[in-house]
């Protein structure tokens, strides 16, 4: 009876664990829903037809295929390589499937690596979200004039190096610091300025070395109640830094999901490993139903696309010589010419006394 009673007690206490474990659980699933920043309770589904990762069996020319290649790009077992560390290369890959979903969230996982040093690597890699597909173009791979949204890994200063040839300079408010990490809307009719690195355009950026990293890095994108977060994770830490947010941001249904990459004189390997779109859902009431409204074409909200920024001028030593040099020539001759007309007007007013 001692025995039965011991194990009558042994079973309540692992009823007892279990039940608190199971608490637990349901707590943490609680838990585990988040809050966007409005206060709207939010979840995530991860959408596999939308999703590229290993082994990458939906990649194919066939109709069945979700994801197609173009260009330079090659698949290998461990990732879709857009470019290869050689010049005048460009790859993308694009999903076949028009995403329809009014709220996502995309996280990408990428390589840039090469044999270049510092500044001598190029030119960067793009995610897509346009009307667009399959276009092959200047811009990091992908066609100018696109409509949707871009987002861009640029890693070579394009304007730096055209203002130290023109013997110009930064302010300290403009200077950018490379790699840099950049976001563009844009309507079919705006043009990538590819030798200002996108800046009339850009709806904002942080600079970002993810370049010959040993780690992981990925990109974040989120569009959620119209606003824009790009986020990156580059320093092997599992954390996500805030790179832009951006209120009032207008993107269509219906558009394609793309990466790109293109190398020209200076190149780099342009890997991407995985890229996976997650459908988020919130509760709207129904009057925030009735006045939502079809987006047809990209826009944001009170954005003036063609922002002026201004340099100043770096005047070399050179360039100070010959001003000081024409400045004394000037100088010079302006005495000169003052003491012949004041010798005319002296010999004038001489004569009128004789």
């Known amino acids: 009876m001692a025995a039965v009673g011991i194990q ?19 707590l943490f699933s609680v838990l585990s829903v988040s809050f966007c920043d409005d206060g709207h309770e939010m979840e995530e589904f991860l959408k596999r037809e939308y999703s590229l990762s290993k082994p990458y069996q939906s990649i194919g020319v066939s109709g069945s295929s979700h994801w197609e290649l173009m260009g330079d790009a090659v698949v290998t077992t461990d990732h879709v390589r857009l470019t290869s560390d050689q010049q005048s290369k460009q790859g993308a890959i694009w999903s076949r499937m028009p995403c329809h979903l009014n709220d996502w969230e995309l996280q990408v996982h990428f390589k840039v690596h090469g044999q270049g040093k510092k500044n001598l690597n190029g030119d960067g ?11 092959n173009g200047p811009v990091f791979g992908n066609k100018d004039f696109f409509t949707g949204l871009g987002v861009f890994v640029d890693t070579y200063p394009n304007e730096e190096k055209l203002l130290e040839a023109q013997k110009k300079r930064y302010t300290p408010r403009t200077e950018r610091i490379f790699p840099y990490v950049l976001a563009m809307v844009a309507n079919g009719t705006i043009s990538y300025d590819h030798d200002r690195d996108g800046r009339p355009t850009e709806l904002g950026g942080c600079n970002a070395m993810v370049r010959n990293r040993k780690h992981d890095t990925f990109i974040f994108i989120r569009y959620f109640r119209r606003r824009l977060t790009v986020m990156i994770d580059i320093d092997g830490q599992h954390e996500w830094r805030d790179c832009l947010d951006i209120p009032g941001v207008r993107l269509p249904q219906g558009f394609y999901f793309g990466a790109s990459a293109i190398t020209g004189d200076l190149s780099d390997n342009h890997d991407l490993i995985s890229m996976k779109l997650y459908q988020l859902t919130v509760l709207r009431s129904k009057q925030e139903e009735e006045q939502e409204e079809e987006i047809l074409i990209p826009s ?39 003491l012949v007309l004041y010798g005319h007007w002296n010999e004038n007013r001489r004569k009128r006394f004789y």
């Open 300 to 338: 944001v909200d009170n954005m003036d696309f063609y922002k002026p920024y201004t340099y100043v001028e770096s005047v070399s030593s050179v360039g100070i010589f010959f001003t000081v040099l024409f400045s004394m020539l000037g100088l010079f001759l302006l005495v000169v010419v003052g």
């Open 125 to 135: 890699l793009a995610v897509w979200y346009t009307k667009e597909r399959m276009q």
């Open 8 to 26: 009558l007690t042994l079973l309540k206490h692992s009823a007892c664990k279990i039940m608190i474990f199971t608490s637990f659980l349901i």
